[in-house]
Each structure stands twice: as C-alpha cells, then as structure tokens.
C-alpha cells in the first residue's frame, strides 16, 4: 500500500519573497491611490464652488439684478467686525462648530447643503478663543472676491479704495469670463467670508492680505462669473507668515494672475 503522500509547505525563504514582493506592489499602488483620492477632492471642491456660483446667479436673477452682499469682513489684527451685516455668508471661520451662521448667510436658501461650503481635501480645524486647536474640522472653506459686491459702503476708509461690482450686468473689465467669484483659500487666511486683496485704486501694492490654498497639487480652485470653475497650480507654494505680507519675487506671476482677475479701478 502507498503511503500518503507529504504535503509540502512554504519555505521560510518563500515565505519572505512572497512578503517583500507584495511590499513592492504595495509601494508601486499607494502613490497611484494618493493621486486619485487627491483628484477626488479636487473634483468635488470644484464641483462645491460651482453650485455656490449657481446661487449666485440665481440670487440676481431674484434681486434684479443685483449681486449677493458680500459684507461680512473682520479685522484681521484685532478679530473685531469691520462689519457683520447681511453677507452671502457671515461669521468667523475659525470657530464655529456648526453652520448657524452659514444658514444666516444669502445665498443659503438657493441650496440648503452645508457641505458645499467645505473643500474635502482641507483638514485644518477650529480653535478656540484662546487660538488652541480643537479637533474638529472647519466648516467653510470658501470666501468670495472683494469683486462681487464687497466690502461695506459706509466703511469710509476702505469703500471709496475697493472697487466692485453692484450689479451682475456690470461685471467687465475683468468680464464675467475672466472675473472670479468663489475662491479655495489658504487655512491660515481664512477668517471672515471675503476674499481681498490691494488694488489699484488703493495704493497699487504688492501685498498678500487674504491667499489662495495650496491643497490641490500646489494650487488652488477657483469659480468664476459665467459659471465656469478652474484650478490654477500655483509657481510656487503658498504659505501665510503675518498679515499684509509683501510678495516674494517667485510667486510674483502667481500673484499678478490673481489680481488680474479681480476689478481693479472704478473704471470700466
């Protein structure tokens, strides 16, 4: 009679090459999956940035013809309100742990999703009064151009040196193509609901006030009037040392590209 036959098993040797080559795979495949989680969030950023211009448009076409008020702007050095009145959105960013303020905001009833206003792939989280982290993150991501109805009127320093926007229909020079409305900013900015930056008419400077991200492969997404959204890669990162920071001479174009798509005079 045949005796049975003896099982063979694996080598401690195979054992390891078997190990090491799925490590090797493992290494090949992550890069590739970091790459398309990162395109996932771009994706959905740029898809968040296009249903607020959605309620933009829509706002105007309910206000005839006027643009959503965008008035809603604290004092970067103090944390004070330089106003708090009505506003596509109104608070401070780096605080709040629910979207209270959000809902108050006038574009809110056009689309009712919290969700829109945070860009998945931005992981900074609130603090506190004291400036401590808590591990929450953000609710809002976003801010609109000084472009779009900002800045509040009687505001008697800063509005007769910001030229924007009143009415949809106005927007030229930039044209509505070429004009941004909602833009990705940078964690450390983000503070009230408004996107600013000098302009010609306030002294011409080359000064960062707020910055775009640098979450999105070095660059940052951007909605613009027509409805259209964009990213733009930046030349070099972006990054936040105090308020008013001067512009290095590497991110000059990047800076330069920004600004030209915002009104810069009061001319058309």
């Known amino acids: 009679m045949r005796g049975a036959q003896q099982q063979r098993g694996f080598t401690l040797i195979e054992l ?50 006027y643009l959503v008020p965008n008035n809603s702007v604290i004092n970067a050095r103090s944390g004070t309100n330089l106003d708090f009145g009505a506003s596509w959105c109104i608070g401070n960013a780096l605080q709040e742990t629910v979207p209270t303020n959000i809902a108050k905001g006038q574009l809110y009833p056009y689309n009712t999703s919290p969700g829109i206003y945070h860009c998945p792939a931005d992981k900074s989280t609130i603090v506190d009064s004291h400036g401590n982290s808590l591990p929450q993150l953000r609710l809002r991501s976003y801010n609109l151009s000084q472009s779009i109805n900002g800045y509040p009127e009687y505001d008697v320093i800063l509005f007769p040196k910001i030229p924007c926007f009143k009415k949809f229909s106005c927007i030229r020079n930039p044209g509505t193509d070429k004009c941004f409305t909602f833009i990705d900013e940078l964690e450390a900015s983000v503070l009230d609901a408004e996107f600013g930056m000098p302009t010609d008419a306030y002294d011409g400077s080359q000064n960062w006030w707020d910055r775009p991200s640098n979450r999105h492969n070095q660059g940052a997404n951007l909605s613009f009037a027509d409805g259209h959204g964009e990213h733009w890669h930046w030349h070099v990162p972006k990054t936040f040392q105090t308020w008013a920071d001067p512009v290095q001479p590497g991110e000059l174009p990047d800076y330069l590209r920004l600004r030209a798509a915002m009104r810069q005079t009061f001319q058309d």
């Open 16 to 65: 390891l090459v078997v190990i090491a080559v799925i490590a090797i795979l493992a290494a090949m495949l992550l890069p590739t999956l970091a790459r398309a989680k990162d395109k996932s969030h771009a994706i959905v950023c740029l898809g968040n940035l296009k249903q607020l211009s959605t309620c933009l448009h829509l706002y105007s076409v309910d206000n005839a013809d």
